[in-house]
């Protein structure tokens, strides 16, 4: 017991470890994903800005250097607008000399010579370029610039430039992260790190920093471990995102991850496991005292269970009472004691059955021997009389009840052998509701006479079944005429079909007295009527020739409140 709960207990903590860390994992993708996305809308509104300024008409004065300083202060309101998210707006001349600027300081000085200028990639953008600005060695700004056409002729009359201040970039990776225990950074497109969180920038020279190893997504987000000494770290639980853009932006390709030691991540799995470890001593503590409760609970019950074997040995079949404080194991067993009594029962049901059958066929050969050969005769000598010619009408009246009851003890001794040794079915595929019409073709006009309503209904199924057509004609004309026997004047009879996933079923329902619950069960033996003068051997013979098609037959209870006599045909599976 005690290794068993080792070995579950480290289990536990292994599965808990991982999913701690699924989850974290994804918490870090979705952070990074969504500053990722964040930075691209930054960068995709000031490019839009460009997109529209360049070609406003204000521009046109570069041609005649800003002679008025008109677009110089419309920079300046630019840039005021704009939250100070601008270091700087300038125009310059086709030279690349500046002719306007937000900061006067500017004009007349040659535009900034950057490296690494690189078109941002979108529809409609190609003609805007970006390149980052540095100051000791560490990034200091971003600058757009984009070509000004001219409005009255060919050609570009200049640049207009915009230096976004780097520190927006960084409030947005601090605010993401607001002094917890997790950290960003900010890469570019080949590994360099361009920036990071307040608390990696105060620590780390992220100028020479670069990220060779690390696995940087080529698109979309991904999450894993990775040692984190560069940053100053053990092992790191890191979720990166690469840049997606924001329609028709397509991004920089820059790359966002979030950070988390895995020291802290993994902290409460380290302190579920101290739990753990508290929880094995307390319930070792509390197992020997428990054990000793459950020994009565479980050997009491199995006393008296041992007891009723040996009693149902010797003829009792009473169960015993379950003890109220036995276990849910015991109580298990108890119930397995009952069902082995109730399929013993089945069982011997079925013998006695078996043995009214035997009776039934012993009889059949008996009577078939006995009665067929002087009933033969009498209906020999009976023709013989009928073809007088000076018999009167009594005489006749006589001699046709010698036919009919001959016939009638033909008709009982047929259905004693039929009972007794039934045909083998002649498998063939048929459709179940052609048969069942067939059989209301042919009663429907005794039905008429007797008033009573006869209908069939179906679920619009498959009703293909492969069976003996006149076993299974024989089956339906059984159920019908023993519903009108029951059914009275202005009664209703319905044979009805459906399937289900498991099996076709078919009910012939009524709405006459119905069978009692206490005799649905007897219904089906030999010998057994409830009908008049019957010889109860007909729901006999349909229930044989339902199990030799593999099917079941029950009787229960009709929408009506009559008797609803119900067939279940297992699905078959398709004739090769």
Request: include cysteine; proline fraction near 4%; glycine fraction near 10%.
């Amino acid at each position: 017991m005690l290794g068993t709960m080792i070995v579950v207990g480290a289990l536990s903590f292994f599965q808990f470890r991982s999913a701690l860390q699924s989850e974290i994992a994804g918490n870090l993708r979705f952070g990074a994903t969504a500053m990722m996305q964040r930075i691209d809308t930054f960068l995709f509104a000031h490019v839009e800005n460009m997109r529209v300024w360049r070609g406003l008409e204000v521009m046109q004065d570069i041609r005649v250097k800003d002679v008025d300083k008109r677009l110089s202060n419309f920079l300046a309101n630019l840039r005021a607008g704009q939250d100070t998210v601008y270091d700087v707006l300038l125009c310059t001349d086709a030279q690349g000399h500046v002719v306007a600027s937000s900061d006067p300081s500017y004009i007349g000085r040659e535009a900034p010579r950057l490296s690494g200028w690189r078109t941002v990639p979108g529809q409609g953008l190609d003609t805007i370029s970006l390149a980052l600005a540095s100051q000791s060695g560490a990034t200091s700004a971003i600058v757009l610039r984009s070509p000004i056409a001219n409005a009255f002729g060919e050609g570009t009359i200049g640049y207009l430039y915009a230096f976004l201040d780097w520190r927006a970039v960084q409030h947005l990776l601090d605010t993401a992260v607001n002094h917890g225990t997790r950290s960003l950074v900010l890469a570019g497109s080949d590994g360099q790190v361009l920036g990071a969180s307040d608390d990696l920038r105060r620590r780390t020279e992220l100028s020479r920093l670069h990220l060779e190893g690390w696995r940087l997504p080529r698109a979309g987000s991904a999450s894993y471990i990775q040692d984190g000494a560069a940053l100053g770290h053990g092992d790191l639980l890191v979720g990166a995102a690469t840049s997606s853009g924001s329609p028709p932006f397509e991004g920089l390709g820059w790359h966002v991850l979030m950070i988390e030691p895995t020291s802290v991540s993994f902290g409460p799995i380290w302190t579920l496991l101290w739990a753990m470890l508290g929880v094995l001593l307390v319930v070792l503590l509390t197992g020997l005292w428990i054990s000793s409760r459950v020994a009565d609970r479980i050997a009491s019950p199995i006393v008296a269970l041992t007891a009723f074997t040996r009693g149902f040995r010797q003829g009792e079949s009473s169960l015993p009472a379950m003890p109220s404080r036995a276990t849910a194991e015991v109580d298990e067993l108890h119930r397995a004691y009952m069902e082995m009594i109730q399929a013993l029962e089945q069982s011997r049901e079925q013998i006695v059955r078996a043995g009214k059958l035997a009776v039934v066929g012993e009889m059949a050969a008996i009577m078939a021997h006995e009665v067929r050969t002087p009933m033969g005769i009498l209906r020999s000598a009976a023709q013989l009389l009928q073809r007088q010619a000076d018999l009167d009408d009594r005489q006749r009246e006589l001699i046709g009840f010698i036919f009919s009851e001959t016939e009638r003890l033909n008709r009982l001794v047929t259905l004693l052998l039929e009972c007794a040794r039934p045909n083998p079915p002649d498998f063939m595929s048929h459709d179940l509701l052609e048969i069942v019409d067939s059989v209301i073709g042919l009663l429907e006009s005794r039905a008429e006479r007797a008033g009573v309503s006869l209908s069939r209904q179906s679920d619009g199924g498959d009703v293909v079944l492969r069976c003996d057509r006149e076993q299974m004609m024989q089956v339906f004309l059984n159920l019908i005429l023993n519903a009108l026997s029951f059914v009275g004047e202005g009664g209703h009879i319905r044979v009805s079909t459906h399937s289900d996933e498991d099996a076709l079923w078919v009910s012939v329902a009524d709405d006459g007295p119905g069978v009692p619950p206490e005799l649905r069960q007897r219904i089906f033996d030999p010998f057994f009527s409830r009908r008049e003068g019957g010889v109860g051997l007909g729901l006999t013979i349909v229930q044989q020739i339902v199990h030799a098609h593999g099917g079941t037959l029950s009787v229960g209870e009709s929408a009506w409140g009559g008797a609803s006599f119900n067939l279940r045909f297992p699905h078959q599976e398709p004739e090769t």
